[in-house]
């Protein structure tokens, strides 16, 4: 079955940088569109960012410029490069694969990963 298993969330202060890896398996990853998405306690999941099989990268637009999506198709792994940290930006943070439908919407990612914790200290 499918798997998809973040990590490298934690702690870190304003201004620094984390770098989050999806580890996928049991799906041809390099035919897959990867997303990421966040959800903050008592908000709804929110589009972050998405990698199409062609390494093509759409970002939402308060990350952009901080924010890097990359893809390893021989390692199957997706990551999500985050620089310059903002108070806005703790979350659980999930990668999704994506199957049809709006490259926003959660609806359209069938399978998600269980979620990393970024938090970031003032």
């Known amino acids: 079955q499918v798997q998809l298993v973040e990590s490298g969330g934690g702690l870190v202060q304003a201004g620094g940088s984390l770098r989050l890896s999806c580890a996928a398996s049991?799906?041809?990853?390099?035919?897959?569109?990867m997303g990421w998405f966040r959800q903050a306690p008592g908000k709804e999941r929110e589009f972050v960012s998405v990698?199409?099989?062609?390494?093509?990268?759409y970002d939402t637009d308060s990350v952009k410029g901080r924010f890097t999506t990359s893809r390893d198709n021989a390692k199957n792994t997706v990551y999500l490069q985050m620089n310059s940290l903002k108070p806005d930006d703790p979350a659980v943070y999930y990668c999704?694969?994506?199957?049809?439908?709006?490259?926003?919407?959660?609806?359209?990612?069938?399978?998600w990963g269980q979620g990393t914790q970024v938090t970031v200290s003032s």
């Open positions: 990698i199409m099989q062609s390494f093509s990268t």
């Open positions: 999704a694969a994506f199957t049809s439908g709006s490259l926003y919407s959660t609806n359209s990612y069938d399978y």
């Open positions: 049991g799906l041809t990853f390099s035919s897959y569109v």
